[in-house]
C-alpha cells in the first residue's frame, strides 16, 4: 500500500487537490477534436456531462513545435499518420476557438486547462483566463518554457512520462519558488499503455522526490485504471477523452467516451474513499462487501513497484517528442551565436533547451542550416562559463 501526506494543499481556483479530497479529474480532449472548433465545443459539452472536473486543450503550431528533422512516433504511425508537420497542421486550434471553449468550460461548472508546447504562444495562451496550465511529458527539460509559464503565476503540472528521477528533481529545482501551485504527475508515455506497465508504483516514487500533489496522466485503455490510481494515491487523474474511440487520428484508439469516462471519475473517487479507509489507522470497512472490494483493489496495486524509471515502450516518444535548440535562421562558421538564432522544436537529440546557456555566446565550428537541431559538435568550446539562467540571463529563480 502506497499513502503520503501533503504540508498543505494546492489549488486549481477554489478546488483542493490533496489526498484529504477526492481526485481532480481532466477530460484531456487533446487533439481528438480533428482541428474543428465545433468539436471541439462538442466535446467539452460531453466531458462535463461525464462529471469531470476540468478539460484540457493543446496549444500548438505545427511549424513552431516541429523541425526539419521531426518524424513520427510509431502510435502516430500505426494510426494512419504520413507526415509529422501536416498532422499537427490539420489539428490546431486557432486562439479564438480555444476562448470560445474556455468560456463554454466555465459555463458548464468545469475548469479550463491548456498546454502550451512553445515558447513564444505562452504570452498568447496568457490573456484566456485557464483555471491551470501543464506541460507534456517531452518538456521536462524545457527550461525555458517551464520558467515561462511559472511566470503566469497560475497553477502548473507537470507530467513527467519518459523521465529519469534527477531529470524530475532538476524541473522542481527551476521551480522551487512556486511549489505551492505546483503538481506532477506520474505517466508512461506509450499510446496506449499496457496495464502491467502502468507503473501505478510510480506514483509513491515521485511523493519520495516531491511534497505536492502526485497524479497519475493515464494512458492506458480501460476505466479501472482511474480506481487504482486514486488508491494508489494520485490526487489528480488525466485520461484523454473523444466522441469515437474508432474515428481516425492518432489519440482516439487511447482515450474514452462520455459514459466509460463518467464510470472512469466515479471509480476514481471509489479507489480514493478505499485509500481513505486505509490511511484510517487500519480502520475496517463498514461491511463485509465493502471490505472485500478495498482488499481486491489493493491486491491489483501491490505487484507495482514503488520506483520512477524510464521503460522502453516509452524510449520512441522521447526521443521523437522532447525539444531541442534549433537554428531560427542560417549560422555560418565562426559567428557567435545570440538568442536571435536559436529557437526550440523537436525531435530530440539536439541540445537540450534547459541548456541554453551553454550555447549562447560561443562560436560555430561549421555552418549550421536554418531549422536544424544544434549539435554540441557545432560550437566551439566556451572561453567561460556562462552561468546565467537559459530564460533570463540571470539566477534568479521565479517564486
Request: charge should be neutral; charged fraction near 20%; proline fraction near 8%.
Amino acid at each position: 500500500m502506497f499513502t503520503f501526506a501533503l504540508p498543505f494543499p494546492m489549488h486549481i481556483s477554489s478546488r483542493p487537490i490533496s489526498p484529504d479530497h477526492p481526485p481532480y479529474v481532466i477530460a484531456e480532449l487533446g487533439v481528438n477534436h480533428d482541428g474543428s472548433p465545433e468539436r471541439a465545443l462538442e466535446l467539452v459539452e460531453r466531458a462535463a456531462s461525464a462529471g469531470v472536473d476540468a478539460v484540457k486543450f493543446q496549444y500548438f503550431r505545427a511549424e513552431m513545435l516541429m523541425s526539419g528533422a521531426s518524424r513520427l512516433a510509431g502510435y502516430q504511425a500505426e494510426a494512419g499518420e504520413r507526415d509529422p508537420i501536416q498532422m499537427l497542421r490539420r489539428l490546431e486550434l486557432s486562439i479564438d476557438a480555444l476562448d470560445a471553449c474556455v468560456k463554454r468550460a466555465h459555463a458548464l461548472g468545469v475548469h479550463a486547462i491548456v498546454t502550451v508546447f512553445s515558447l513564444p504562444l505562452v504570452p498568447l495562451a496568457a490573456k484566456l483566463p485557464w483555471d491551470a496550465y501543464k506541460t507534456a511529458s517531452p518538456d521536462i527539460v524545457h527550461r525555458p518554457l517551464l520558467e515561462a509559464l511559472c511566470a503566469l503565476n497560475k497553477p502548473l503540472i507537470i507530467s513527467t512520462g519518459a523521465s529519469e528521477p534527477h531529470e524530475i528533481t532538476r524541473a522542481l529545482g527551476w521551480l522551487s519558488g512556486a511549489r505551492h501551485r505546483t503538481a506532477i504527475l506520474q505517466c508512461v508515455s506509450s499510446y496506449p499503455t499496457p496495464m502491467d506497465s502502468a507503473e501505478l508504483g510510480g506514483i509513491a516514487a515521485l511523493a519520495d522526490l516531491f511534497d505536492g500533489p502526485i497524479g497519475y496522466s493515464d494512458h492506458t485503455p480501460g476505466e479501472r485504471s482511474g480506481m487504482l490510481a486514486a488508491a494508489a494515491g494520485a490526487t489528480i487523474l488525466e485520461k484523454h477523452f473523444t466522441h469515437d474511440v474508432g474515428a481516425q487520428g492518432p489519440d482516439h484508439a487511447a482515450s474514452l467516451e462520455a459514459l466509460p469516462m463518467r464510470r472512469y471519475a466515479d471509480g476514481a473517487r471509489l479507489g480514493w474513499q478505499t485509500l481513505q479507509r486505509a490511511r484510517s489507522t487500519g480502520a475496517r470497512a463498514i461491511d463485509e462487501r465493502h471490505q472485500r472490494f478495498d482488499d481486491g483493489v489493493m491486491r491489483e496495486i501491490a505487484p507495482f513497484e514503488r520506483i520512477k524509471r524510464v521503460l522502453d515502450i516509452e524510449r520512441d516518444v522521447r526521443s521523437v517528442s522532447r525539444q531541442s535548440i534549433v537554428a531560427a535562421r542560417a549560422i555560418a562558421p565562426g559567428q557567435v551565436v545570440v538568442p536571435a538564432d536559436v529557437c526550440f522544436k523537436r525531435p530530440g537529440g539536439g541540445i537540450a533547451p534547459f541548456e541554453l546557456a551553454s550555447v549562447l555566446g560561443r562560436r560555430t565550428t561549421r555552418a549550421v542550416a536554418p531549422d536544424a537541431p544544434i549539435q554540441h559538435d557545432d560550437l566551439a568550446p566556451a572561453a567561460t562559463p556562462n552561468l546565467g539562467s537559459p530564460a533570463t540571463g540571470s539566477n534568479a529563480k521565479i517564486a
